[in-house]
DNA sequence: TCAAACCATATTGCGCACAATCTAATGATG
DNA sequence: CATCATTAGATTGTGCGCAATATGGTTTGA
């Protein structure tokens, strides 16, 4: 008996719940975050955006002066591949302006236009009512967004 | 003063604090969950998989026997626009089978091939690799299952 | 000053997610 | 048993996400 339990030591054995776990974390994310994603849904495709556009318009909104798509894309972590195409879409309803930096011609610089700065106000009556309807408890909520920006941080750091 | 104060009471002002936490709240999971599924890329990439694929091969691993894409999709959460292409590639990669249920022409049942079968052992090492490259600790995890698990479910409910 | 290194963005290609719609099989109801 | 609603899955179309690569602008340094 003591010989079997010793001999799992540093074996499959116990790294079993530590290996289910991780998948388990790695899924829970996944699935709350599309859930989440989701629940935004219906409530921002009445303003005609995305959950990703509504993203990029908060980036927008705080920073009130025109971003380069490389200082949207550091706030967001996301790449070109993503925003160019998405930022094009913004253009197309209206929302915002892309025009190259003369000063320096590698960059475009995104502005909002006067819809897209309108578009805020309505934006903001969003997540509240969210936060309502589900019933989230406001300590539980801040506390998951301390560990899970730590997650992210802890992860982005090794990589 | 007071009156002041008084006149914020339900007004906007100290609704901003909530309206900022939905918003981060569904951002820091936007992010954890991509940054999560960009940390296992490398290592499912070694097993020719991706990570919504490795997930389902995970559902059938566990479950030892034949599903149906529904069952498949109501654990991922995934409907069958998602799961018919990427089934579809599952069985190029020769590691699953489709075949019509003869008891039920309307489903397909997905089972494991034997290199499928086989393929559980390479990918067990994947989730314990990973959760002590990025030293994560056990007891908050746990909590952050749980507490993403309970989201999940409180959203879902509600809709 | 001119080539090489570097940088910001764009493009391409693939694989999800998901809404909307379609097809075919099944089950329920009169 | 004929019809009609229901169910399972497939299809289509749009929009991310991201790796890989391309393009052009900027900086650096022999």
Same mark, same amino acid.
């Given at each position: 008996m003591m010989q079997e339990m010793s001999a799992t030591v540093g074996g499959v054995a116990e790294r079993l719940p530590q290996l289910e776990l991780g998948n388990q974390l790695c899924f829970a994310l996944y699935a709350a975050s599309r859930a989440a994603t989701r629940a935004y849904g219906p409530e921002l495709a009445e303003l005609g955006l995305t959950y990703p556009q509504y993203l990029t318009m908060l980036v927008l909104w705080e920073a009130d002066a025109p971003l380069a798509v490389g200082d949207i894309g550091a706030r967001l972590h996301l790449d070109s591949g993503t925003l160019t195409p998405l930022l094009k879409r913004l253009e197309d309803l209206g929302l915002a302006t892309r025009t190259r &930096?003369?000063? &320096?011609?590698r960059r475009v610089l995104i502005a909002l236009t006067e819809p897209g700065r309108e578009l805020r106000a309505r934006a903001a009556e969003v997540p509240l009512r969210l936060f309502q309807r589900y019933g989230i408890d406001i300590d539980t909520a801040q506390k998951l967004i301390r560990d899970l920006t730590a997650l992210t941080e802890s992860i982005q750091a090794s990589t």
């Open positions: &930096d003369r000063a &320096d011609e």
